[in-house]
Structures are given as structure tokens and as C-alpha cells.
């Protein structure tokens, strides 16, 4: 049985990583989305929230579940028995990150095999970064990200107080 980590920050979940999510399920007996609690970048949505966006969006996937975590990215790994992590690449720019990254973890745990999907062409743009900014300027998303999710993108939107 292979186990597969799919690791990020997922602030918030958007259709190009459930297309990521939904292809490793396909080659995988299970995946499991690690969501990870402490990113140096700053972050719209708690870990519970981006938690709660990434289970609802992957729910009709029996072998997809959603775990948070916040040690190494290894050690998540190590603790749920999985034996591969995956990743997406859409630019060159993803490409040397994640190389880097990738040789880091090898030294860290060798046992850990790497596998990278190429982004889908529709999502090749996208980002959760330029998702936030366009719905920050209410730019049509709807292509983009499940309902839920943006839902969620307008409550954060709303000014304090307005409920
Ligand atoms: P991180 O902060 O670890 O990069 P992200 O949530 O931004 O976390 O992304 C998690 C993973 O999903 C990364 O491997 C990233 O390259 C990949 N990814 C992000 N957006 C897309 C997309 N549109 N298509 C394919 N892969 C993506």
C-alpha cells in the first residue's frame, strides 16, 4: 500500500491543487494533504480554517484525507507511514525550489521518493496568492477555487463588524 503526502500551505485551497490532489489519488492508495501550521509567509486563513477549505473541497474522495501538521515536512511524512510526497510544478521558477527543497529532504530521510506533477494548463497561472489579490479587487474566480471556498474568500472581505 502506497501513501503519498502532499504537503503546502493551502491559504486557501484552489482548483489547481485538487486537480493535484485528485490525480495522486489516482496512482496512490491514499493520499493525505498536509496542511502546515507555521509558514513564513502570512497567511488569510487560520490553519483551521484552511484545514476545514481543504476537507470540504476533497470530501466525495475516499482516499483523500486532510491533516495538519507543523514539524518537518519528513517527519509528517515518517509519522503517517507514507512512502512518497508529492508536489506541483507550474513554472521554472517552481522547478528550482522545489529541487532544492527536494534534495534537503533526501538528506533528511532517503527513504522519501519525490514526485512532482506537471500543473494542468488551465491552472498553470494559478496561485493562492494572485487567487487572494483578484478576489481582493472581486475579479470573477469562479473557474478558480470550489464555491466554499469562495464564500470564505468574501467573509474575509467583509469590514469588522459586519458580521
Ligand atoms: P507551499 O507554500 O508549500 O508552496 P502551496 O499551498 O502554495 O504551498 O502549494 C502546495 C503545492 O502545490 C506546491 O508544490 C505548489 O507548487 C503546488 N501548486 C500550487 N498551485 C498549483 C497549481 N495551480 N497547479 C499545480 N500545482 C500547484
Not at 501538521?69 to 503517517?80: I, M, P, Q, S, W
Request: proline content about 5%.
Amino acid at each position: 500500500m502506497i501513501t503519498a503526502i502532499y504537503p503546502g500551505t493551502f491559504d486557501p485551497i484552489t482548483n489547481g491543487h485538487i486537480d493535484i490532489a485528485l490525480r495522486s489519488a489516482r496512482l496512490f492508495h491514499r493520499v493525505i494533504i498536509g496542511v502546515y501550521a507555521f509558514p513564513k509567509k502570512e497567511v488569510m486563513f487560520s490553519l483551521e480554517e484552511r484545514v476545514h477549505l481543504a476537507r470540504e473541497a476533497v470530501k466525495s474522495c475516499a482516499n483523500i484525507t486532510v491533516e495538519p501538521y507543523g514539524d518537518l515536512t519528513v517527519e509528517f511524512a515518517r509519522k503517517v507511514g507514507a512512502q512518497v510526497m508529492v508536489r506541483g510544478l507550474r513554472v521554472s521558477g517552481d522547478f528550482e525550489w522545489e529541487f532544492d527543497m527536494a534534495m534537503m529532504n533526501r538528506r533528511l530521510n532517503p527513504e522519501l521518493e519525490m514526485v512532482c506533477f506537471m500543473a494542468s494548463p488551465q491552472f498553470q497561472f494559478l496561485s493562492s496568492s494572485i487567487l487572494k489579490e483578484v478576489a481582493r479587487l472581486r475579479g470573477n474566480i469562479n473557474d478558480l477555487v470550489p464555491a466554499h471556498v469562495i464564500n470564505a474568500l468574501a467573509e474575509k472581505q467583509k469590514p469588522a463588524g459586519t458580521g
